[in-house]
């Protein structure tokens, strides 16, 4: 970023700032413990991140906000998957995330999904 | 060696001209430097001349360089009028405002046996950059450059590289007059040139960049799309203009070597320079495996042909020669295939019946 004026002047600066989610591997089974991973700029230590988990192609999360403060634009949180009480669409088997900064009502781009197999396998013959 | 009485600044008593010591006084010149309006802080100005005229200082007057601490003294003088004036040597004048606040010479009469004040407050050119989040709060601790250009144009120069400090203020005063720029690097818009990355094709990776320049050197790391920590390969880059600004571009032909550690068949990069980063969008690597597709006896089997991956990827293609040039993406398995014009399926390795290549149905 740029910022440009003449001498005898305040100059305000303000950055704009970014947030990306994802999960740390594209597919796991119900049960298992992944990272959602969350990466900003120009994020102050401390600021909150809410996290919600989506079913892809729904605009309704299911699990969340996960509210967890970042340090120097980065966060790693454990989470484990674990939706028995949750409501999910059915035959759904990807699932996306969003981070939001509070403090900036800043809301990520939906990740890329992770697959969970939710139902039970069918075998062939 | 001067006379003993030379030393102590003594006259004899024999000189008519002779004045008692109470009978002259002493000129102390102060110049300090403040803000507009604003007289605290301040700071002492060195370098500046200060002109002395008076009895003992006639035409053109006596002349004197104002110290580290701002100040310079003359005399002791016969008492009088005398006048102070300052001269701004060229290359400091231009850090004050004496266009809108000028030296006015002062005049005084000086006082037996005592230093004289004559104090000079000038006012600076001053900047302040407020670094701020979008909630207007002060963001600290970023990389910065700080530059100048002259009034009448020109070069931007950079006269500083820190950090942004704690209360997010970047505040410069006694700077010249002239324009300023505040550099903080960033980049956006990560973009690979093709999300499928072919083995031995070239792909260009670019990312927008801001508050850099033209010519800094950068980096873009491939990672495991799943594992920043995991750094696949690394290729130098520098900033150059493209598009409306600056860019940070690099080629990258991927090599199988350079792809050992990746586990899996996807990848980002991280684009870095000046202490600014950002990460691309996920990108999917293909090794092209010519899969042979034939019946039992040889024979060539032309049909389309679906494969599908274990990363959840398809590829689709026709089958020709007794081959199928498979995009196949780097490191996942084939869990399926489908020959849908022929209706044959066929399993490849890794499944429960074994490793057959056609299975005629």
Redesign the interface.
């Known amino acids: 970023?740029?910022?440009?004026?003449?001498?005898?002047?305040?100059?305000?600066?303000?950055?704009?700032?970014?947030v990306?989610v994802?999960?740390?591997?594209?597919r796991a089974w119900h049960g298992d413990t992944v990272t959602i991973?969350v990466?900003t700029?120009?994020?102050?230590n401390g600021y909150n991140i809410e996290l919600l988990v989506f079913p892809d192609g729904s605009v309704n999360s299911f699990d969340g906000p996960i509210t967890k403060p970042i340090q120097n634009n980065q966060l790693d949180h454990q989470y484990k998957i674990d939706w028995k009480g949750k409501v999910i669409p059915a035959n759904t088997n990807a699932f996306k995330l969003t981070a939001k900064v509070v403090?900036?009502n800043?809301t990520s781009a939906l990740s890329?999904p992770m697959?969970v197999d939710l139902s039970p396998p069918l075998f062939s013959a | 060696m001067p006379p003993f009485g030379a030393l102590f600044g003594l006259r004899s008593i024999n000189d008519p001209a002779a004045t008692c010591k109470k009978a002259r006084g002493l000129i102390n010149v102060e110049v300090r430097a403040h803000k507009a309006l604003v007289l605290n802080p301040d700071k002492p100005v060195a370098k500046v001349t200060a002109n002395v005229q008076g009895p003992d200082c006639p035409l053109p007057g006596v002349n004197g360089v104002t110290l580290a601490d701002g100040r310079k003294g003359f005399g002791p003088y016969h008492l009088g009028n005398y006048t102070v004036d300052l001269v701004f040597p060229p290359d400091i004048q231009d850090r004050y405002d004496l266009p809108t606040y000028p030296v006015v010479p002062q005049s005084k009469n000086l006082t037996g046996g005592i230093a004289t004040q004559y104090l000079f407050l000038v006012v600076w050119h001053w900047i302040t950059f407020q670094v701020r989040d979008l909630a207007n709060q002060p963001l600290d601790g970023l990389d910065y450059r700080l530059k100048y250009q002259a009034p009448i144009g020109g070069a931007w120069n950079q006269i500083e590289a820190q950090k942004v400090p704690g209360n997010g203020n970047i505040e410069k005063v006694e700077i010249r007059r002239g324009q300023y720029k505040l550099q903080i690097p960033s980049f956006t818009n990560p973009v690979w040139s093709n999300p499928k990355i072919v083995v031995g094709t070239a792909v260009t990776l670019t990312a927008d960049a801001s508050g850099l320049d033209a010519g800094d050197t950068g980096v873009f790391q491939i990672l495991d799309a799943f594992d920043y920590g995991a750094v696949t390969h690394s290729i130098p880059a520098t900033v150059q203009a493209g598009g409306p600004g600056l860019i940070l571009q690099a080629s990258w032909t991927p090599q199988a070597a350079q792809l050992g550690a990746l586990k899996h068949s996807r990848v980002v990069f991280r684009a870095k320079a000046g202490g600014a980063e950002v990460l691309s969008g996920v990108a999917t690597v293909y090794d092209i495996v010519n899969v042979p597709v034939t019946y039992g006896d040889g024979s060539a089997i032309v049909t389309p042909v679906k494969v599908y991956f274990s990363d959840g990827t398809v590829f689709q293609a026709n089958s020709g020669g007794g081959q199928l040039r498979t995009e196949w993406p780097w490191k996942e398995r084939a869990l399926r295939a489908e020959f849908t014009v022929q209706h044959v399926n066929i399993k490849v390795a890794g499944t429960p019946d074994g490793d057959r290549l056609v299975n005629r149905l």
């Open positions: 970023m740029e910022f440009t004026d003449q001498h005898d002047k305040v100059v305000p600066a303000p950055l704009p700032s970014t990306q994802s999960w740390s591997q594209p991973r990466r700029s120009f994020v102050k403090e900036l800043l890329d697959l």
